[in-house]
């Protein structure tokens, strides 16, 4: 499969820009799957509720959903992008797959990070993992990197694939992902966004750096932390599928759960 | 408190000039806690189970012991060191922990790595967090790090620093304990040996690299890759004590169990 990576620049609460922008630099990349970051045509910063009203859509509708899903469609492959979802009165920092049929499904961020939490309610359900055509993918957003259990989780339900929108402000994440990829032994794909954006008192600079990493921990690709950048991956999820590790190992078969008590303090 | 890192070059089934060359290394130093290698007087490079038979001792027993509880005596310090241990019929690649006190207790490795499984048995408990006088200490050893629930079910028992005793042939652990300790918000310390070694038909090169990291990830101790080597480094186990990231999260507190579905593929 083709992963296409689209690190954007969005700008805050310029929507229709924001997609715009981003359908013209993934118009040139052949992929089965283009990957954007998290609440990438809303922008960020939010700094009042009315402005996640503004720019937000219920999941699988919408002017942002209805112009990914049409490319989706036209190219036969799939979109992940991260957005304000609308839900009744509610608001979840979502992302959703679209592909050739239409919405695949949706999921909303578990961890809220820093100031999210003034304006998103936190997921109501599991990351969900699902089956396409060329393998099983899981899908996480930024923050959910630093909670080993989540992608331990979708990777014991069968991600071969984490699909990864971010919006990163902390160093640490690209690292990380290389280590989640590792002890899963599955790929992951973070698409995160570069610039500095400021809304009211908040101002965040992103570090960009997306990226690829396979089941052995190797960087398939890493883009800049300054630029608009797009980069297209090819590999194959089959090598997901074994968790052996030399002849005596198994990274799932040598679980020991029994042992992992997890009584808190 | 201060934690000596004691990196060794072991020469295989050796263990009195593997022990009288530590104790020269440490000697100098002045630190709280002495932490040694996996295995590191026996040799690592089993061959044969005779092997292991001839270089094992049983917990809180045995010439290695005697002569590192005599040093922790002496010092009012603690030893932290990996070696195979004897239990009726059954061989455990174990690791103790030594006060002035005496034996503080023995963690049996959970998670064996490669040939490891050919002449040890797998750890039959969880691993242990102990009550010392600067803070909770939890063992764990070497493979165990690639299982993030290892790590995770000690910080949340307690641990404030990970005592670690390796003997790592592979590259990626010293990049993915600085994962644990941020994920963790621990110190983690990992003592790891350097050389080759040879037995039979099976060679080992050893990747030194011993280290401390704090629980923002920060490097407070990297030892090189070749050489025998020390470095004592000095932190307050209080920094590992809130889980407090910025003002809106809190590590323990933010996570979602009821989320981590578990279910095997």
Redesign the interface.
């Given at each position: 499969m083709r992963l296409a990576l689209v690190q954007t620049a969005p700008r805050m609460l310029e929507p229709r820009a924001n997609l715009e922008s981003a359908l013209a630099l993934m118009e040139p990349l052949a992929a089965d799957v283009y990957l954007l970051p998290e609440l990438c045509f809303s922008g960020y910063t939010f700094d009042r509720k009315e402005e996640v009203a503004a720019t937000a859509e219920p999941a699988g509708e919408g002017e942002v959903f209805d112009a990914l899903a049409a490319f989706a469609r036209e190219r036969q492959a799939y979109v992940c992008w991260g957005f304000p979802e609308r839900a009744g009165e509610r608001f979840y920092n979502s992302a959703s797959l679209v592909g050739p049929d239409g919405h695949v499904g949706t999921y909303r961020k578990?961890?809220?990070?820093?100031?999210?939490?003034?304006f998103f309610s936190?997921?109501d359900?599991?990351?969900p993992v699902y089956d396409l055509p060329f393998g099983r993918v899981g899908l996480m957003i930024c923050f959910d990197w630093?909670?080993?259990?989540?992608a331990?989780?979708l990777a014991?339900?069968?991600a071969e694939l984490l699909l990864h929108p971010a919006n990163l402000v902390l160093p640490?994440c690209p690292?990380?992902m290389?280590?989640r990829s590792?002890?899963n032994r599955i790929f992951s794909a973070t698409c995160d966004r570069v610039g500095t954006e400021t809304n009211g008192a908040t101002t965040h600079r992103f570090i960009g750096s997306s990226q690829v990493v396979s089941p052995r921990?190797e960087l398939l690709a890493r883009l800049g932390r300054e630029q608009q950048e797009t980069a297209v991956v090819e590999f194959d999820l089959a090598a997901a599928r074994s968790k052996r590790l030399?002849?005596?190992?198994d990274?799932?078969g040598?679980?020991?759960?029994n042992?992992?008590?997890?009584?808190?303090?």
């Open positions: 578990v961890h809220l990070f820093s100031r999210e939490t003034l936190p997921g359900a599991p990351a630093f909670f080993p259990e989540m331990r989780s014991l339900r069968g640490h690292q990380a290389i280590t590792l002890e921990g030399g002849e005596y190992n990274l799932f040598d679980r020991r759960p042992f992992y008590a997890l009584a808190s303090r």
